[in-house]
Structure formats: C-alpha cells, structure tokens
C-alpha cells in the first residue's frame, strides 16, 4: 500500500466523525507537539498523540503547550494508585494537543 492509502486506512474511523473529518485529520497530521510528560506519563501521551497522527517535535512544536493544559485536572479523578494517575496525566495531555489541533483554524 502507498503511504497515503495506508494513511487513510489507518485514519478513517476518525475522518468518519463529524467532530474530525476529513479537514480535521488533515489539521492533526499537521501538528508537531513537544511531550510534556515523562517516565511512563510521557510514554503513553506519546502513544496517544502518535495514533491520533500527530508528529511528536524534536524542535519548535506547533502546539501551544498552555493549550493544553486546560484539558484536565488528574487530581479531579479521584484515581488512589500512582500508575493510573500516571495513565491518566498522559492521556490528558494528549487530549489537550489533540484538542489544540483541531481547533486550529485551517491554513
């Protein structure tokens, strides 16, 4: 499969969304997000930010990362064990990148 037909395979749950799209995809597949996280926090933001089809940044992100800050508080879940507040701090960060992305104005 040509790169592009196995990108709109891979994709095509989420341009199927309305919330997403086809235009949506286009915005995250944009997207360069630096990781906030580390240890296994930043192991699973990682995960999320590369499946949803944005490109992790080695320099300048185009994610502004206050953005993505507002995507949740851990400590508002009530989680009791360490390794799912862990989870829990790196998919809320992916959120808020993803979040970013899509609210972004297309260019």
């Given at each position: 499969?040509s790169p ?9 749950r989420q ?93």
């Open positions: 499969m592009p037909a196995e990108q709109t395979r891979r994709y095509s341009t199927r969304l309305a919330e997403i799209g086809p235009s949506g995809q286009a915005r995250l597949a944009a997207a360069r997000v630096s990781l906030g996280g580390a240890g296994f926090a930043g192991e699973i933001e990682r995960r999320y930010v590369v499946a949803a089809g944005m490109q992790v940044a080695s320099g300048d992100p185009t994610i502004d990362p206050a953005a993505r800050g507002r995507a949740g508080d851990v400590t508002a879940l009530g989680l009791r064990h360490e390794a799912a507040r862990e989870v829990a701090a790196g998919a809320l960060r992916a959120l808020g990148a993803i979040r970013s992305a899509l609210a972004e104005a297309p260019t």
